[in-house]
């Protein structure tokens, strides 16, 4: 794996940054196989009690790499990729903590409910551009996201896609603090590292406890949504909306 994740561990707290902030954290092929790799192997290592998600430069995450992801042709076997990295995120036994600032774009938002904790900074900008490219919600926001938002708020954010800022993202529980964007990523050590000095096998019973209930359903959901994702990304529609997004620059 390359510079584009890089990682640090202190203290129990694995610190996961994503290290591409010339396209803004834009993730691409490379960038989904490493995170879920590393993600599996913090599960599995008895020196890791949380895990530490954030993004270089100025911002989070800008969703996916849309020349990459056009040029994979909507195949089966590029869908597993970025399934494989939601399976792994949604049935992650460790607790999972984020700091986002900038933007945070389709992928960039829709991994964030799989997070059990999110500190966002003041400057955070949110979107779910989904339909407006001509393509459908992803990584079990079609389930998340109404449960946390309500069925009308989770409908006008998913499907009209329009940005919305950090205080919106608290106000709906996608966000449990805004703070200033020099000190976000102190404020989500603090709390990871809070997490870590817990009581390990109580913490991660915990996490089970209130996740357990819909697992089975959510990873279906994962896998219906990357169904009909893939199948929006090979229409004329999508492929039309994607071009005339690149060609915008």
């Known amino acids: 794996m390359s510079d584009l994740i890089t990682q640090r561990c202190h203290e129990g707290v694995l610190e996961l940054t994503l290290n591409r902030p010339q396209k803004k954290n834009a993730l ?4 989904y196989l490493g995170l879920t790799d590393m993600l599996q192997q913090a599960d599995n290592d008895d020196a890791v009690r949380v895990v530490l998600l954030n993004g270089a430069g100025d911002s989070f995450c800008a969703g996916n790499d849309i020349a990459d992801f056009v040029s ?38 829709t991994l964030l409910l799989h997070c ?33 938002a309500g069925h009308r708020r989770a409908f006008e954010l998913l499907v009209l896609g329009e940005a919305f800022d950090a205080d919106c993202g608290l106000s709906i529980g996608l966000i449990n603090e805004v703070i200033a964007a020099d000190q976000v990523l102190a404020r989500a050590r603090d709390r990871a590292c809070s997490l870590a000095a817990l009581p390990q096998q109580a913490l991660r019973k915990s996490k089970q406890m209130l996740r357990a209930h819909q697992q089975d359903l959510l ?10 994702f893939r199948e929006r990304l090979n229409s004329a529609e999508a492929q039309g909306a994607l071009m005339a997004f690149m060609q915008r620059g």
């Not at 990873?219 to 009909?228: F, G, M, T």
Request: aromatic fraction near 2%.
């Open 116 to 148: 059990d904790l999110v500190y966002g900074a003041d400057n955070t900008r949110l979107q779910l551009p989904f339909a407006r490219l001509g393509l459908v919600p992803e990584g079990g926001s079609s389930l998340l996201l109404p449960q946390l």
């Open 72 to 109: 994979s042709g909507g195949s089966a076997e590029a869908a597993r990729v970025p399934l494989r990295l939601l399976q792994t995120l949604a049935g992650l036994e460790k607790p999972l903590v984020a700091a986002i600032h900038g933007h945070a774009v389709g992928i960039g938002t």
């Open 28 to 31: 691409n092929r490379e960038m």
């Open 219 to 228: 990873q279906q959901v994962l896998v219906e949504e990357i169904d009909a």
